[in-house]
């Protein structure tokens, strides 16, 4: 438990963050100052039954770490959950199946089934979609007691404000949501399955308080509210504070993400480029395979830094590399065959270093003017997040490529995000419609 101050402000709002690997809790106080967190270890059992129980342990566990002082004064909370990770349920919001998560692919006829009726650049085309899984749950015996379709972060908060059935626009854009007319497309709403889509509300959206039971159990405010939840990239970008259209967030973790906050929607699928809506602006972003596991390949995380700091991000490295830890490019490229072009290696590691971080700038400007190209509103300024954000001579050499200022995101915690959307709600989506001046 991190340490925490009492804020002299009497409402706080708690943020929670369920990631691949576990979960964290934050509360914030009105000034969005972070108060206290705690963190939690998450079980990675694909097809087991007891999942959604031990998800359930963990949000209460999570909670309950808190310290009593912060948790009596929370006024509000709202949960993010893995995109596509779902979940069918009965009406009491008992799951009938172990939940499929989200990078499982099983769905691959019911994706190519839905060529058949999806608009051709729709995101549900993957296999991965929650309606590809939507799907493959229907054809399943136990569909028969099914009544709900619900993501991670709805069954979750379900769990704590008692009605089942709800889901916010950013986790239900996979689910075939139409984000632009804030409906269900008509090709949506004749499929079979149509009686298991979940009411959608927007992010922030009030959905009731705390049941009685469990804010007595938690020593919660009886009046605390449960605010509806979204993805953890969307709560992740959240955190970052970009606030105006052509503010982008670069994640530089393993792989190389990219979001944009523009005026324009943005649909290509062929780069895995599609738009998330904020309130009265978009998100569009791709994701390239470079990043961070190239350098990891490499190098250790100390002798990352220890050559960084013999590289002039002011010259230009002469090694024209295409970073990659594989065959395969979907972002700002699509080549599933392209290799990765990582030579010829100099003698001395610093200039190849320096030729990895000047490859990967490329791509990243490549990227941004790709999004651009597409319809996306021009970049303005970078904000970085992930582990390669500390690194300044990568910044520097990012910034000299994008001609645009780069600096590190305040903050980058998806629970952040969170809970800034628990204490803003809605309008917390409202983002401004003019260029920073």
């Known amino acids: 438990m991190a340490p925490y101050r009492l804020p002299s402000a009497a409402d706080c709002a708690l943020g929670i963050d369920f990631g691949t690997g576990g979960a964290r809790a934050l509360v914030i106080d009105q000034a969005g100052q972070p108060l206290a967190d705690a963190r939690l270890a998450l079980p990675q059992a694909p097809d087991d039954p007891r999942l959604p129980g031990l998800w359930r342990e963990a949000l209460l566990d999570i909670v309950a770490r808190l310290p ?31 939940p499929l998560l989200y990078h499982d692919s099983r769905a691959r006829e019911e994706a190519e089934s839905l060529r058949q009726t999806a608009p051709p650049d729709n995101v549900v085309l ?11 749950f229907s054809r399943q015996p136990e569909v028969a007691a099914a009544r709900y379709l619900a993501h991670q972060a709805d069954w979750l908060a379900a769990q704590l404000h008692g ?38 509300v927007a992010p922030g959206s ?4 705390i049941l009685p039971q469990l804010a007595r159990d938690l020593a919660l ?19 970052s504070g970009a606030t105006r259209p052509g503010d982008a967030v670069t994640s530089l973790g393993s792989t190389l993400v990219l979001k944009l906050l523009s005026r324009t929607r943005v649909e290509a699928a062929r780069y895995g480029v599609y738009s998330h809506r904020l309130g009265n602006l978009w998100l569009p972003g791709g994701a390239s395979n470079s990043g961070g596991a190239v350098l990891k390949a490499f190098f250790s995380d100390a002798r990352l830094q220890a050559l960084s700091a013999r590289i002039d991000p002011s010259k230009p490295s002469m090694l024209d590399y295409y970073p990659l830890p594989g065959p395969g490019e979907r972002f700002p490229l699509n080549d599933p065959a392209l290799e990765p072009r990582l030579s010829p290696r100099p003698a001395d590691d610093a200039d190849f270093l320096h030729g990895l971080l000047e490859g990967m700038a490329r791509i ?27 690194n300044t001579a990568w910044a520097a050499i990012r910034q000299r490529h994008l001609d645009v200022p780069v600096t590190p995101a305040p903050q980058t915690e998806a629970a952040y995000g969170a809970a800034v959307l628990a204490a803003r709600g809605e309008k917390l989506l409202c983002f401004r419609q003019v260029s920073p001046g």
């Open 364 to 390: 990243e400007a490549r990227g941004y003017r790709l999004l651009e190209q597409l319809g996306a509103t021009k970049v303005t300024r970078v904000l970085s997040a992930g582990g390669g954000a500390r």
């Open 221 to 239: 405010p009886r009046d605390c509210r449960v605010r509806a939840g979204t993805t953890d990239s969307i709560a992740a970008f959240l955190a």
């Open 163 to 200: 009605r089942p059935g709800i889901s916010d626009y950013h986790n239900a854009l996979k689910l075939g949501y139409d984000v632009a007319e804030m409906r269900y497309p008509a090709w949506l709403t004749a499929l079979p399955i149509a009686p298991l889509l979940p009411e959608v």
């Open 126 to 136: 993957s296999p991965s979609s929650s309606l590809a899984k939507l799907l493959w």
């Open 206 to 209: 009030d959905l009731g308080p």
């Open 68 to 98: 009593l002082a912060l948790r009596r004064r929370l006024r509000t909370l709202a949960i993010d959950g893995t995109s596509s990770t779902c979940l069918i349920c009965d009406r009491d919001n008992r799951p009938l199946l172990p």
